[in-house]
């Protein structure tokens, strides 16, 4: 099908959607589950196909694994749509509403974007939450998948649309492009009129790649080189679980910590417990030179570290004189997505929660908690780092947008 | 000047504008309202160079007009600045705060932007203008202006930055690239990293070529299609007294009508009425056949007037059999701007309300009152017709981005 016919569907059935109650979703979002449910065999075998065809290309253990469904994989992917119709439903809310001099009633009314894109990479699992929270929030989704899940993603897609279907409910909802030729990509990025918003899901290539070519407006989400100052005053324990925790937890993620920040009037104490701790889990540890006289074992840091989002069993560490310096120092090299400090002084929390710029900003926590998940929205559709629109977990509520309601009674501007 | 040290500057300047208050940023507006009522001499004889160059090129005399400056008009961008400091400052609210059952204390606060980018036509008001909004929100601004108006706005620029040097406030807040070749905005629309939103003011062909052009997200501002429906149940005095005002009593401004949609029940009888009042300013009604048919004097419309915004007195005209079909008539050639329905109709009011996807939709009310000051803001720095971060008349706040603030004591993620 024509990019510009897909883009028709989804503008029409954005129209319908926006008139659709949160009991008429729900019941949409039910029979979608059911039906991935009820077609898991054909997904898996449509799987068998991607995970072959990616083996024989010879693509990465890691991606292969992120590729891969299991039943129960599908079990998860059908209970996630489950939870997304337990969530309240952001639409219709009046944000405000307020009588002007001239007796014109002006209200803010959320409401849906309208038709959303997604790009993503081979992960079959974002093509049913990608719905499920676009559905939700009342929008059409267009989906782009990677390549190497094209079977997956049809057949997730197919059976969707029947639950849909079933339910009595427009199935042009969710399309997905099957062509995966990077011209179609293009075009797909330069959709407005159809597109109201484009998400890229992935890794930083492909979101670079759509920030500099898409012509609709984007959310970025993304890359996060994370940041934990160790402050003179802290708790030389709790700076050791928080960093640990934000390491070595889970490091291919982009809340997970890349770089340290440490008083220097500390780290004679406290770099050589660092190194004992990270070397439970095999950390390499790149710093400064002052840093490195410190301790044995680290390893020399260049320029190019400060800057780097390793996601890896990596990280660096920098040694500064005050709260100030640190703050100077994430500020230049950070991507504007989670930072911490770990202090026990008032002034200098304050001063970090109010200097630093990034999406989220913690003291003494880790910076793992910024999902959409923990921070209470029950699902997230990804972490912006942009400033426009949506800052930090994107949950249901970033999936709309409003508009003005106006209530006159033949009022005329003078 | 280089762009990416204008852009290191602005960067720099931005943090320090972040921890201001509200009394320090009111004295750097009060300074440079001072400062460009005493350097208006200077302002005058720079603008009479521009305004005789652009004379020289044969630029028409509309376009001068609103590039020339006068006594009055600089005493109205000094007092427009004044205004802008009386408005509340945004920065620094707490949307919403709640702990989480973990005991992390999460906060969304209110926060400046960063630094703005406008790239704007030969109107040198939008300089001081814009500098005064973005300033009390907090962002540090770079203007790029037309050529037509580069020696007024360098002039301007130069005034502003010594008020806010003699008040002790920096300077590189405001900024003014003064290269005017294309090759520098193409630069300018893609310094990612520098700036954190471009908003473009002007015509429809430079906001076309900043979205089409621009990597740094982009807030679309501007045309408007605006309809309005007459429904079966309208007043027809209420209908014509709106019509009247929205199509004439500024014609070259976004929220003016250009298209009217009448119900085709009432038509034999409005459609002499509309014509009668309407001639009264000489606007070409270019309607459908079945229209022409009804009254003398119409023009034959094609399909191109449907989406065309006139910004003159011309209006096109379409019959309807239903509120519906006015409804898929608008969804499908508005611009999400301004639309209106005058009836007294209460399911079709309400039908019109929810259905109709523009920024503003007005129940028995003109289109005109879509603006900044009408809507209580204040002001405002141009009027968004798409859907992300801002919909509608842009004021203060949404010059302003949030970052999820946390407060903790030791959490680490399980």
Request: proline share 3%.
């Amino acid at each position: 099908m024509e990019l510009t016919e897909i883009g028709e569907r989804a503008r029409r059935t954005a129209y319908l959607l926006n008139t659709m109650g949160p009991d008429q979703k729900n019941r949409g979002l039910s029979a979608a589950a059911e039906a991935i449910l009820g077609g898991s065999a054909e997904i898996l075998k449509a799987n068998e196909q991607d995970v072959l065809t990616a083996r024989k290309k010879g693509v990465k253990e890691g991606l292969i694994d992120r590729l891969t469904l299991t039943e129960e994989r599908i079990v998860a992917m059908a209970e996630g749509i489950r939870q997304v119709a337990a969530l309240d439903d952001p639409v219709g809310e009046f944000i405000s509403m307020k009588p002007r001099p001239n007796g014109l009633l002006i209200g803010q009314k959320r409401v849906p974007l309208g038709v959303i894109g997604i790009i993503y990479e081979a992960r079959p699992n974002v093509t049913a939450d990608a719905f499920a929270l676009c559905f939700k929030a009342g929008n059409a989704v267009i989906l782009k998948g990677g390549s190497d899940a094209v079977f997956s993603n049809k057949a997730i897609v197919s059976r969707i649309r029947q639950g849909l279907n079933s339910a009595g409910l427009p199935c042009d909802t969710v399309q997905l492009i099957e062509s995966t030729d990077r011209e179609t990509t293009q075009r797909f990025m330069r959709m407005n009129g159809y597109l109201d918003v484009l998400i890229p899901r992935g890794g930083a290539g492909l979101i670079r790649s759509v920030v500099e070519n898409s012509t609709v407006p984007v959310i970025e989400t993304g890359t996060g080189n994370c940041h934990i100052y160790v402050d003179e005053s802290a708790d030389f324990d709790m700076a050791l679980d928080i960093i640990f925790n934000a390491k070595t937890q889970r490091i291919g993620v982009c809340n997970a910590c890349e770089s340290l920040v440490v008083h220097r009037a500390i780290a004679g104490r406290f770099l050589p417990l660092l190194k004992k701790r990270l070397d439970e889990k095999n950390v390499e540890i790149r710093a400064d030179e002052a840093a490195c006289g410190m301790v044995d074992g680290l390893v020399a840091a260049t320029e190019a570290d400060w800057g780097t989002e390793y996601l890896d069993y990596i990280v660096s560490l920098k040694l500064v004189d005050s709260v100030d310096e640190a703050i100077g120092h994430i500020n230049r090299y950070n991507t504007k997505h989670s930072e911490a400090i770990i202090t026990s002084d008032y002034a200098n929390a304050q001063k970090f929660l109010n200097e630093v710029d990034a999406a989220a900003v913690y003291v003494n926590a880790s910076t793992r908690f910024t999902d959409g998940n923990e921070f209470g929205f029950g699902a997230e559709i990804g972490i912006s780092t942009q400033k426009l629109h949506a800052r930090g977990p994107m949950g249901l509520r970033e999936l709309t947008t409003t508009k003005y309601v106006i209530y006159g009674s033949g009022q005329v501007r003078g």
